[in-house]
């Protein structure tokens, strides 16, 4: 069964410094990788998306992947306390036409002022 | 903007009732997705369709039904409520993103979400 694993968390990092979500995946056939943001109370929402090897910044945000050791992570630099959220990490297994994906069970994280 | 809406934020039912919830999008989008979400065990999919009258069960599908008669809705049915099906409910439909250099990728793009009750 293909499975996406997170560490639950909560991760606890300081205003200012680096938050590091790592992810790990089974399948490995897997084509794209996402990083999905989830406030409480509210439904996720897409901040990075990554399907090379290597890094893809974007703003604050770093996604990570090494398809090799099948791991992806993402990098939020200066963290901020509107940064405490569910990170949910998302993989599509293969190129369907279906784009259905799986879903990590998201790790916590909270910036502490 | 992608509009994705959902029915109602808060359901209460009791046991054996039918169902309803109702998702609908505004982007002419062609894949549509229902989701259940419980704590300890993160987003899972119940069933997908991409494109009217088609559907595709997903990992959790027993004890509900779907139905895509127009391309911007997509119904869930609980046809006989029971108390495991007390959840969060997320609909979502997907769009293309970026160039992946493959056939393009898809965002999926989620609505508020129903809080379901079943009592």
């Known amino acids: 069964q293909k499975e996406v694993e997170q560490n639950s968390g909560p991760l606890s990092v300081p205003e200012g410094a680096i938050a590091s979500l790592n992810c790990t995946y089974s399948?490995?056939?897997?084509?794209?990788f996402f990083w999905y943001r989830q406030y409480s109370g509210k439904s996720p929402e897409l901040i990075m998306f990554i399907y090379s090897n290597g890094d893809k910044e974007d703003g604050r945000f770093t996604a990570q992947l090494n398809k090799a050791s099948q791991y992806v992570s993402l990098l939020i630099r200066d963290s901020q306390p509107s940064d405490s959220a569910t990170y949910l990490c998302a993989v599509r297994p293969q190129k369907n036409r279906d784009d259905k994906i799986i879903f990590g069970k998201g790790t916590r994280l909270h910036i502490l002022p | 903007d992608v509009k994705v809406t959902q029915s109602s934020r808060y359901l209460v039912k009791r046991t054996g009732e039918k169902v309803f919830l109702e998702c609908v999008q505004d982007m002419d989008h062609e894949n549509m997705f229902w989701y259940r979400q419980d704590p300890g065990l993160g987003l899972r999919l119940i069933y997908f369709s991409y494109d009217v009258k088609m559907k595709e069960k997903g990992d959790i599908p027993e004890g509900y039904s779907v139905s895509r008669e127009k391309k911007e809705r997509f119904s869930l049915i609980l046809e006989s409520a029971s108390t495991n099906q007390t959840s969060m409910y997320l609909c979502?439909?997907?769009?293309?993103?970026?160039?992946?250099?493959?056939?393009?990728?898809?965002?999926?793009?989620f609505g508020p979400g129903t809080r379901l009750t079943v009592t």
């Open positions: 979502a439909s997907s769009f293309p993103i970026g160039d992946t250099g493959l056939a393009g990728d898809y965002e999926q793009y």
């Open positions: 399948d490995r056939g897997s084509q794209s």
